[in-house]
């Protein structure tokens, strides 16, 4: 499995982005996964931002992205977005995709990860 994120880049604040994650070994079965998205800025620890559920297609966010942010899935082509809208500095970060059986908040649940896509706002 090797999970792939990408779709990061500078925006300024106001500005939208879509993130991407897919299986780019080809051997993963995303639709079967709880798939989240975390990020990480630099000197922080790793945050939980959005997960989407392998069946019923349940969504959470965390708070701080909320009303701004949407995660979704599209099974045909076992890839995974995340639609940034409404950006801010505090969202500059570098972003993980990540894949587990738990729906989960918590980095340690999760067994698969990507490499991350840097996001960078500009004020």
């Known amino acids: 499995v090797q999970l792939q994120a990408s779709g990061g880049g500078l925006v300024q604040a106001g500005g939208s982005l879509r993130l991407s994650c897919v299986d780019s070994g080809r051997t993963f079965r995303i639709s079967t996964f709880v798939v989240a998205w975390f990020r990480q800025a630099p000197g922080k620890e790793r945050e939980f931002v959005s997960k989407i559920s392998p069946s019923s297609g349940s969504t959470s966010s965390a708070d701080s992205v909320k009303g701004r942010f949407a995660i979704s899935r599209d099974n045909s082509k076992n890839t995974i977005y995340l639609q940034m809208n409404s950006l801010k500095p505090e969202d500059t970060a570098v972003y993980f995709c990540?894949?587990?059986?738990?729906?989960?908040?918590?980095?340690?649940?999760?067994?698969?990860w990507g490499h991350g896509t840097q996001v960078t706002v500009s004020s």
């Open positions: 990540a894949a587990g059986s738990r729906y989960s908040n918590t980095p340690m649940e999760y067994i698969y």
